[in-house]
T-cell receptor
Framework: KQEVTQIPAALSVPEGENLVLNCSFT??????LQWFRQDPGKGLTSLLL?????REQTSGRLNASLDKSSGRSTLYIAASQPGDSATYLC??????????????FGTGTRLQVFP | EAGVAQSPRYKIIEKRQSVAFWCNPI?????LYWYQQILGQGPKLLIQ????????DSQLPKDRFSAERLKGVDSTLKIQPAKLEDSAVYLC????????????FGNGTRLTVT
């Protein structure tokens, strides 16, 4: 059974810091891994998607890495800003059959960036 | 492109009442998922549609939950009768047929059962 864990559960940092969010998964047979952002009372916004054959993806100040063999992914946020405050969720995608897949989520890291 | 639309945004009902949620996917997205997110937890899959057919409902409590996707477009999720533990945010996500493409989520419906 696939389990996804995110550490830390919560993080509070001053503006301008570079930070790393961690995601680990128990079953390395994944199709891809996706990082999401969730603002309070809102749905999920896709940030980055890494295919299982890729090592990393970058978008602006965000960089996500994937080490499938060790079951780990990290989300690196450079020069954090108060607007980055949100909950960050990672999710692994497993294919169960030719037309069935499942996105399995971690419990998230709640990030607060203060001025 | 327009995002995934969900309604209502909030719903408060008493236990044993029924409730329905609606989702309109991004145009052209063949796959549609309903997720349940309890406060402080990650979303958990309830049901997956491919066009208008159910491909995975193994996590759906079928004694009280039902879902349909008419003509492979809009979808509704119903709970009847509701229990206190059903209080959660219900998220709809849609995606293209290819697993290489990311999933797009709606803003969700926050259900409170009293």
């Amino acid at each position: 059974k696939q389990e996804v864990t995110q550490i830390p559960a919560a993080l509070s940092v001053p503006e301008g810091e570079n930070l790393v969010l961690n995601c680990s998964f128990t079953d390395s047979a994944i199709y891809n891994l996706q990082w999401f952002r969730q603002d309070p009372g809102k749905g999920l916004t896709s940030l980055l998607l890494i295919q299982s054959s890729q090592r990393e993806q970058t978008s602006g100040r965000l960089n996500a890495s994937l080490d499938k063999s060790s079951g780990r992914s990290t989300l690196y946020i450079a020069a954090s800003q108060p607007g980055d405050s949100a909950t960050y969720l990672c999710a692994v995608r497993k294919t169960l059959s030719y037309n069935t897949d499942k996105l399995i989520f971690g419990t998230g890291t709640r990030l607060q960036v203060f001025p | 492109e327009a995002g995934v639309a969900q309604s209502p945004r909030y719903k408060i009902i008493e236990k044993r009442q029924s409730v329905a949620f609606w989702c309109n996917p991004i145009s052209g997205h063949a796959t549609l998922y309903w997720y349940q997110q309890i406060l402080g937890q990650g979303p958990k899959l309830l049901i997956q549609f491919q066009n208008n057919g159910v491909v995975d409902d193994s996590q759906l409590p079928k004694d009280r939950f039902s879902a349909e996707r008419l003509k492979g477009v809009d979808s509704t999720l119903k709970i009847q009768p509701a229990k206190l533990e059903d209080s959660a945010v219900y998220l709809c996500a849609t995606g293209q047929r290819s697993y290489n493409s990311p999933l797009h989520f709606g803003n969700g419906t926050r259900l409170t059962v009293t």
